[in-house]
């Protein structure tokens, strides 16, 4: 490895202090060589799971010289490529494309087709996995398929053979999380909708989270009649309240119906379909709350059942917690602020830690440990300030603090002041459609600082992009008002 030598004193010594852990067998440099356990080779980097954090770790590792493998046991890309944002969003545009056909060329039908549309998906995924092996070819890194074990603080067991490390990379990710209730098998998950070959009629989604909403504004474009159950009392929690209000009432104009603190309690198999029954709360104001603030019981069928009811990060099945590792409040393994665990030689990224679960972000911290590890240090990226977007119809952009955060921080309400604009954008005005956008700031009321922007149009997500920027560099609202807007766009609703 090349840039060894230029490596600080502390690294050097960390280094030192991780492989004398435990000797490390030596075998020759790059090689691998058969002995009485099978193959053995030696490595700078092992880094487990070839999703979007540990791609980039490994990338960024590669061209700073270090010898790196990379073990996947299932398809290169991780759930990004395979099973989350690359899918969901192609099959998003798909079902969008259809509404706006339907709208503005209703003589043509318009009507997107399922089974065409995973077609394109799937031809999309066969591309992304060349693209993919190519370029870690391209750096040098070598790919392993298999299922890993780490059975030392500097060894990893894939199959016959073993790889000596002296660093170790946990990128596996999250599953998720089944439905806790009897029945709660029938549910399927986000991972069954994309191989899903043609669509049922009819799907209850249970959630009420980014996953759930997408979900079900995707299969509702598809033409399949969805209802969705949610525990708490409105879609979104993490997201400003308002904007996920509006989206709830854009959803339902569209036909999905949203079922509020309905508690699942039950599913059961009923003549090829399936019974989903709740506990909804005397309050509820979803469709149908018991009266008198009682609880009451509902059943509501439909030919399949998604769960959509969080994530939880995958890594007990490794054998880190007998290395000593451990687990973080919320299920991730538990780092430090250089993603290294409380076994020295071995780091974490990505939805295998506590923290924001989503593709940008895993693959930031892996290029930045990869810079740290083996390279120069790095800038580390802003993980305070990260923009998120929901994929749905009409579509959710959003970055920095919501309104609640905002005065949670500020201490008094009167301290925030909130800038929101409902209007019909032309896109909408031209299929027919009176569906409103809306965009809402949330400003220090003092200085004028914009703390967080909002916006559902479909239109958003590429807008907050960009607008994440100018939060970080600690734009004003007057700023935004004084830039000469461009016409005529969505995104200058933003500066009015
Ligand atoms: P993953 O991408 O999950 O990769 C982990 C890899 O490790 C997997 O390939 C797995 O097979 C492998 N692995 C696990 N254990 C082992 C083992 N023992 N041996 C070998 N290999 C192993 N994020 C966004 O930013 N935008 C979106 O729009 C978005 N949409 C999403 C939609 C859905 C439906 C879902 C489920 C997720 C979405 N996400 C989105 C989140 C995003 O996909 C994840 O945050 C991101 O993929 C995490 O990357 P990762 O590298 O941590 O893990």
């Not at 905002?406 to 309400?413: D, M, N, Q, S």
């Not at 909408?428 to 149009?457: C, I, P, T, W, Y």
Request: aromatic share 4%; glycine share 12%; proline share 3%.
């Amino acid at each position: 490895m090349t840039k060894r030598q230029a490596k600080p004193a502390s690294e050097r010594q960390s280094a030192r202090r991780a492989t004398s852990e435990r000797a490390i067998e030596r075998v020759p440099r790059g090689g691998k060589r058969k002995g009485k356990g099978g193959v053995q080779r030696e490595a700078d980097f092992v880094v487990i799971g070839a999703g979007s954090g540990g791609v980039a770790a490994a990338r960024r590792a590669a061209a700073h010289g270090a010898r790196v493998v990379l073990i996947e046991r299932d398809a290169i890309g991780g759930t990004c490529v395979n099973r989350g944002c690359v899918p969901k969003k192609m099959l998003s545009y798909g079902g969008t494309l259809a509404a706006i056909l339907s709208g503005c060329l209703s003589h043509t039908g318009g009507h997107e087709d399922w089974s065409d549309a995973i077609v394109r998906v799937n031809a999309e995924m066969a591309r992304l996995h060349v693209a993919y092996t190519h370029r870690l070819q391209d750096a040098g890194v070598e790919l392993l398929h298999g299922e890993a074990t780490v059975t030392a603080p500097d060894q990893v067991q894939v199959g016959a053979e073993t790889i000596h490390a002296r660093r170790i990379l946990v990128a596996t990710g999250a599953r998720p999380q089944t439905l806790p209730v009897p029945g709660g098998e029938l549910a399927g998950t986000s991972d069954d909708v994309f191989t899903w070959q043609s669509l049922p009629a009819s799907v209850v989604v249970i959630g009420g989270g980014y996953i759930a909403v997408e979900l079900a504004s995707i299969l509702s474009r598809y033409g399949v009649k969805v209802e969705v159950l949610v525990r708490e009392s409105r879609l979104l929690e993490r997201f400003d309240h308002e904007i996920a209000a509006a989206l709830a009432e854009a959803l339902a104009a569209k036909g999905v119906r949203l079922h509020f603190h309905a508690e699942v309690t039950l599913l059961n198999q009923a003549n090829g379909a399936i019974d989903v029954c709740y506990r909804q709360d005397g309050n509820g104001n979803g469709n149908g709350g018991g009266e008198g603030g009682k609880d009451r019981i509902h059943t509501v069928r439909a030919q399949a059942a998604l769960a959509a009811i969080g994530r939880e990060p995958q890594w007990e099945g490794l054998g880190l917690a007998a290395l000593g590792v451990e687990k973080a409040e919320k299920g991730g393994i538990r780092v430090d602020r250089s993603f290294r665990s409380r076994v020295r030689s071995i780091h974490a990224i990505g939805d295998a830690i506590d923290g924001l679960h989503l593709t940008p972000v895993a693959a930031a911290q892996g290029r930045w440990l990869a810079d740290r590890l083996f390279g120069r240090r790095g800038d580390r990226a802003d993980f305070d300030t990260v923009p998120t977007a929901v994929f749905c119809d009409p579509a959710i952009g959003s970055v920095g603090l919501t309104e609640h955060q905002a005065i949670e921080a500020a201490g008094k309400a009167e301290r925030i002041e909130s800038v929101v604009r409902r209007f019909v954008s032309l896109e909408n005005r031209f299929a027919g459609s009176e569906q409103a956008s809306m965009v809402k700031l949330v400003v220090n009321a003092r200085s004028g600082r914009v703390l967080g922007a909002h916006m559902m149009d479909n239109a958003a997500p590429e807008i907050i992009q960009a607008l994440a920027v100018a939060l970080r560099l600690g734009v004003k609202l007057s700023h935004l008002r004084t830039t000469v807007q461009l016409h005529p766009t969505v995104a200058e609703e933003l500066f009015g």
